[in-house]
T-cell receptor, first 111, second 112 residues
Framework: LAKTTQPISMDSYEGQEVNITCSHN???????ITWYQQFPSQGPRFIIQ???TKVTNEVASLFIPADRKSSTLSLPRVSLSDTAVYYC????????????FGPGTRLSVLP | DADVTQTPRNRITKTGKRIMLECSQT?????MYWYRQDPGLGLRLIYY???????NKGEISDGYSVSRQAQAKFSLSLESAIPNQTALYFC???????????FGSGTQLSVL
């Protein structure tokens, strides 16, 4: 399972765009990239998933370069309620592999 | 997510006691997982199951056991609870097609 590296913490202000980058140098050909959001004392919640190029939904965008060795989660115009921990997961849950969460990125949105 | 229900929400127990945490889901997913989270840290996988009668150890299975009684039910047991098992426990499910995880609300366990 590809190991991921993300910044431990980030600060932003309301209304700004936030970009969180995840490095995954050992990503395998079949691996997807998935991002989750976690609020205190709650379970993580799925945000977005992608394989290559760009994916956009109503919450965020995910940018994946051609070599797929990194990915960037983009949150447009953040609000205070976006303060949370964001996790990047890489891999497929097949053949005994499993989903491994790193420490994530703690995003603090300031007024 | 109301589709993944964990009981109890909170539990206080004493060292040496056997306790069970329950998880049930209405999403129809085959795959179920138990994670543990300590304050300020990420989630660590305890056990996972891809189907009924399929049980696999995760990265921190020592001191824990699980039972997959049905497709919709996956329980976690602490045979003899110890204080360092005090943590927030999450159950999750996923399907083989999208492999997106859906989490329950968690069980806060305190071992005194």
């Amino acid at each position: 399972l590809a190991k991921t590296t993300q910044p431990i913490s980030m600060d932003s202000y309301e209304g700004q765009e936030v970009n969180i980058t995840c490095s995954h140098n050992n990503i395998a050909t079949n691996d997807y990239i998935t991002w989750y959001q976690q609020f205190p004392s709650q379970g993580p919640r799925f945000i977005i998933q992608g394989y290559k190029t760009k994916v956009t939904n109503e919450v965020a965008s995910l940018f994946i370069p051609a070599d797929r060795k990194s990915s960037t989660l983009s949150l447009p115009r953040v609000s205070l309620s976006d303060t949370a921990v964001y996790y990047c997961l890489v891999g497929r849950d097949n053949y005994g592999q499993n989903f491994v969460f790193g420490p994530g990125t703690r995003l603090s949105v300031l007024p | 997510d109301a589709d993944v229900t964990q009981t109890p929400r909170n539990r206080i127990t004493k060292t040496g006691k056997r306790i069970m945490l329950e998880c049930s889901q209405t999403k129809g997913h085959d795959r179920m997982y138990w994670y543990r989270q300590d304050p300020g840290l990420g989630l660590r996988l305890i056990y996972y199951s891809f189907d009924v009668k399929d049980i696999n150890k995760g990265e921190i299975s020592d001191g824990y056991s699980v039972s997959r009684q049905a497709q919709a039910k996956f329980s976690l047991s602490l045979e003899s609870a110890i204080p360092n098992q005090t943590a927030l426990y999450f159950c999750a499910t996923s399907d083989s097609l999208t492999e997106k995880l859906f989490f329950g609300s968690g069980t806060q366990l305190s071992v005194l």
